[in-house]
C-alpha cells in the first residue's frame, strides 16, 4: 500500500512542516476495520505526548476533507522512538555509520534481512552500502519497469504508441528499463495489456483483507465504456446518455457472454 502513503505523505506534509514538525514517514496498514494508519514525526526539542496530540488534531481535519483512504482505519501518531525507521535516502544519510535492521524486498545473495552499519549512501545513484558480518552488501536497483502513457491502442492493427521514452530513461538513470510492453506484446499475438492479469492477480489478493466478495475495475473500462473510441473524440458518459453499445465494437468477453445467453435460452425452450 506504498501508494497510498505515498499520497497521504504528500497532502498531510505541508500542514505538519508549518506546525514545527517533520513528517519523517507514513504507513498504511490495511486490514478492514481495523486498518492503520501511522505518521512517524520529530522536532529538534524532541517529541512528546502534546507534540502527538497537536498533530493529530491538524492530520484529523485534513484527512476529513481529503478522505484519501476509503473505509475506517485508526490513525495513529508518534515519535521515531528507539527503533528509528528510515523512509528515504536522506534519512540514511542522516544515520551514516550507525547500525541498522533492513529487510528487502527481494534476496540478495540469498537473502532478505540484513544486519550492518551504514557504510556509504549515494542519492544520485539511489544506492545504499551495508556493512554486514559478511562483508559490504551494496542495496541497487536493479531495472526499471517503465509503461509509458498511451495515446493510441489498436489491437486489430497491431498498433499501441505511448508517450516516453525507455532509452533516454536509461541513459538518465544508468540503469537498465524494460519497457514497449503493449507493441511487443500484440507482435506475440497478445492484446497490448501483458500487465493486465498480474493486476488482477494482485486486486484479487486484496479481497480478503477489506472483506470484499467480488471487484468491478471501472478506472479502464477502454472501449465498453463509451459508444466511440476517446481517438474519435468520445467524452466521458453521464448518467443521461442513452449508451448503445455497436454490435462491432464490443469485447470479445461481452460477445461471449452474449452467446452463452443466447445458447441458455434455446435449451431452456
Known amino acids: 500500500m506504498a501508494k497510498i502513503a505515498d499520497k497521504v505523505l504528500s497532502i498531510l506534509n505541508p500542514s505538519v512542516t508549518d506546525l514545527g514538525y517533520e513528517l519523517l514517514g507514513v504507513e498504511y496498514v490495511p486490514s478492514g476495520k481495523h ?16 507534540d502527538c496530540e497537536v498533530v493529530s488534531r491538524q492530520v484529523s481535519a485534513i484527512m476529513d476533507v481529503e478522505d484519501p483512504i476509503s473505509g475506517q482505519y485508526n490513525l495513529e501518531v508518534s515519535s521515531p522512538g528507539i527503533e528509528r525507521p528510515l523512509f528515504s535516502v536522506s534519512h540514511y544519510m542522516r544515520f551514516l ?18 544486519t550492518g552499519a551504514i557504510g556509504s549512501v549515494s542519492e544520485k545513484s ?28 489498436n489491437p486489430d492493427e497491431k498498433i499501441s504508441k505511448q508517450l516516453g521514452d525507455g532509452k533516454l530513461l536509461s541513459q538518465l538513470t544508468k540503469k537498465i528499463v524494460v519497457y514497449n510492453f503493449r507493441q511487443n506484446d500484440l507482435e506475440n499475438e497478445g492484446q497490448g495489456a501483458p500487465l493486465t492479469p498480474i493486476y488482477h492477480n494482485l486486486i484479487a489478493k486484496t479481497f480478503k483483507e477489506y472483506n470484499c466478495v ?19 473524440g468520445a467524452s466521458p458518459i453521464t448518467k443521461d446518455d442513452k449508451v448503445e453499445t455497436p454490435e462491432d465494437d464490443k469485447s470479445p468477453s461481452l460477445k461471449k457472454d452474449e452467446s452463452l445467453k443466447e445458447d441458455s435460452t434455446k435449451k431452456a425452450k
Do not use: M, W
Not at 36 to 47: H, K, N, P, W
Open 35 to 50: 486498518s492503520v494508519l501511522r505518521l512517524y514525526i520529530d522536532s529538534e526539542s524532541g517529541i512528546g505526548v502534546d
Open 97 to 114: 555509520g550507525h547500525d541498522v535492521r533492513l529487510r528487502t524486498y527481494r534476496p540478495i545473495e540469498g537473502r532478505r534481512k540484513f
Open 126 to 153: 539511489n544506492t545504499i552500502e551495508l556493512v554486514t558480518d559478511l562483508g559490504p552488501v551494496t542495496l541497487d536497483i536493479d531495472l526499471i519497469g517503465f509503461h509509458g502513457q498511451t495515446i493510441y491502442h
Open 214 to 232: 467480488c471487484g468491478i475495475h471501472l478506472a479502464h473500462a477502454g472501449r465498453k465504456a463509451s459508444v466511440l473510441r476517446p481517438s474519435d
